[in-house]
Structures are given as structure tokens and as C-alpha cells.
């Protein structure tokens, strides 16, 4: 059992969302792929921790216990860090450094830990101080309006900002989408053909192999 908050007021534009998670009892949270690369930082009875975690494409285990706390900040497909690429975290996580109980370093930079009311002055320093950039190629993808390119030039910017290839991407935004729409009530069939699935089986094995539930799961609200 878990209990969230999630926080939609963030005014940074490079921010897709800030979740708050804190957990009752014990168990395993599977986090799904969401097309997002994030910080988080976790708190638990043995201290804080710092975690930058790139895009995943299987669905990832987190394993809690009670009164474990998550700080998400999720970053959209389109920004990224020049200290760790895209392409070097696709499917990892790294533990970034502490200096004594409310900072971290990242690169050379000693930095705050954020709190859930503080995280959009967080978010201003990164890209102040250049920690996270914005690659426009790939913006102009996600947002719809592809800028002009050759296939060569845009697999390179999406490799290197996300980690991932520019269908691969568009699989795991598809699988997002019909989540969306299977818990809004649309019937299986339904969601397949509106997003453009070849059939309702490609639209099972899809979504079991981004996020390991079946429509009827998902739609069920037995997919937290």
C-alpha cells in the first residue's frame, strides 16, 4: 500500500512532473518506463539518498518499507545532462555523492538537496548553471512540430538525449497514451485502434513488455 502526492505546479518547462511518495507497509512498486529521465531522493531509517536514474525501457522493481519517502522529479525526453548522457544511462541509476545530511555533489557543483516545496528553485539552478540542457531537435519531436532533419542527424540527438531511438521512444509515449485511455474507461479494442496498434494482441504484448500489465489490469486499477 502507498500513498502519493503529486505535485502539477511546477513552473519550469523542462519539468514533466514532481511526485511525492510516501509508503505504508512493505513491498515491491514497479516503476514503468514514462518517456522521463529523473532525480530522486530517497529517505529511508538508513539516511538520504540521491539518485539520477536514466530512461528505462522494462518495467523496474523498487523494493520499500514503511515510511519510505520518494522525491521524483521527472525531467522530460528532451533535456538531459551533460555530465551523463542519455545514451550512458538508458536502464541505469546512479547514487549521486553526499556532503554531510542536505547536499550532493553533481560534477564539480555541491548542491541542495530539494525539498517538495522548494524543487521549481532546484530546477532553476540546474539550468542556470548548465547542469541540464535542452536539446531543441529533439523538443520539436516531442512536442509534435519535428523540426527538418535527416533520419542520421535525429537518431543521433535522441541516442545521445534520451538514450533511446526515436521509435523506441515513440512505443513507450504510445504505451503512456493508451494507459491513459484504458483508465479513462476505453475498451481494449478501442484504444487499439485509435492509437494506431496493428491489432488488440499487438496492443497486449505491447503494453506487457513496457509496463508487465495486460489492458485488463491496467483498466482494472489493479496497476499502480
Given at each position: 500500500?502507498q500513498?502519493?502526492?503529486?505535485?502539477?505546479?511546477s513552473?519550469s518547462?523542462?519539468?514533466?512532473?514532481i511526485?511525492r511518495?510516501?509508503?505504508?507497509?512493505?513491498g515491491?512498486?514497479m516503476?514503468?518506463?514514462?518517456?522521463?529521465?529523473?532525480i530522486?531522493?530517497i529517505?529511508?531509517?538508513?539516511?538520504?539518498?540521491?539518485l539520477r536514474?536514466g530512461?528505462?525501457?522494462p518495467?523496474?522493481?523498487f523494493t520499500?518499507?514503511?515510511?519510505?519517502?520518494?522525491?521524483?522529479?521527472?525531467?522530460?525526453?528532451?533535456t538531459?545532462?551533460p555530465?551523463m548522457?542519455?545514451?550512458?544511462?538508458?536502464?541505469?541509476?546512479?547514487?549521486?555523492?553526499?556532503?554531510?545530511?542536505?547536499?550532493?555533489w553533481l560534477?564539480?557543483d555541491?548542491?541542495?538537496?530539494?525539498t517538495?516545496?522548494?524543487v521549481?528553485?532546484?530546477?532553476e539552478?540546474?539550468?542556470?548553471?548548465e547542469?541540464?540542457?535542452?536539446?531543441?531537435?529533439?523538443?520539436?519531436?516531442?512536442s509534435?512540430?519535428?523540426?527538418a532533419?535527416?533520419?542520421?542527424?535525429m537518431?543521433?540527438?535522441?541516442l545521445?538525449?534520451t538514450?533511446?531511438?526515436?521509435?523506441a521512444?515513440?512505443?513507450?509515449?504510445r504505451?503512456?497514451?493508451?494507459?491513459e485511455?484504458?483508465?479513462?474507461g476505453q475498451?481494449?479494442?478501442?484504444?487499439?485502434?485509435?492509437l494506431?496498434?496493428?491489432?488488440?494482441?499487438?496492443?497486449?504484448?505491447?503494453?506487457q513488455?513496457i509496463t508487465?500489465?495486460?489492458?485488463r489490469?491496467i483498466?482494472?486499477?489493479?496497476f499502480v
Amino acid at each position: 500500500m502507498q500513498q502519493v502526492t503529486l505535485w502539477e505546479g511546477s513552473t519550469s518547462p523542462i519539468v514533466r512532473s514532481i511526485t511525492r511518495t510516501v509508503y505504508v507497509g512493505s513491498g515491491i512498486h514497479m516503476m514503468v518506463p514514462d518517456g522521463c529521465w529523473d532525480i530522486a531522493i530517497i529517505r529511508n531509517s538508513s539516511g538520504t539518498l540521491v539518485l539520477r536514474t536514466g530512461q528505462t525501457t522494462p518495467p523496474v522493481p523498487f523494493t520499500y518499507r514503511d515510511g519510505d519517502e520518494v522525491l521524483a522529479i521527472s525531467f522530460r525526453a528532451s533535456t538531459f545532462m551533460p555530465l551523463m548522457s542519455g545514451e550512458s544511462m538508458r536502464d541505469k541509476g546512479v547514487a549521486l555523492g553526499g556532503i554531510g545530511k542536505d547536499r550532493f555533489w553533481l560534477g564539480t557543483d555541491v548542491v541542495e538537496i530539494p525539498t517538495f516545496d522548494n524543487v521549481d528553485g532546484f530546477v532553476e539552478r540546474l539550468l542556470r548553471n548548465e547542469l541540464v540542457q535542452e536539446n531543441g531537435l529533439v523538443a520539436s519531436v516531442v512536442s509534435g512540430n519535428p523540426a527538418a532533419a535527416t533520419t542520421r542527424t535525429m537518431q543521433r540527438h535522441f541516442l545521445k538525449t534520451t538514450g533511446l531511438t526515436p521509435k523506441a521512444y515513440s512505443q513507450i509515449d504510445r504505451a503512456q497514451k493508451a494507459v491513459e485511455l484504458l483508465r479513462s474507461g476505453q475498451s481494449a479494442a478501442d484504444v487499439a485502434f485509435s492509437l494506431g496498434f496493428s491489432d488488440q494482441p499487438h496492443l497486449i504484448r505491447s503494453l506487457q513488455a513496457i509496463t508487465g500489465r495486460t489492458p485488463r489490469q491496467i483498466a482494472s486499477a489493479a496497476f499502480v
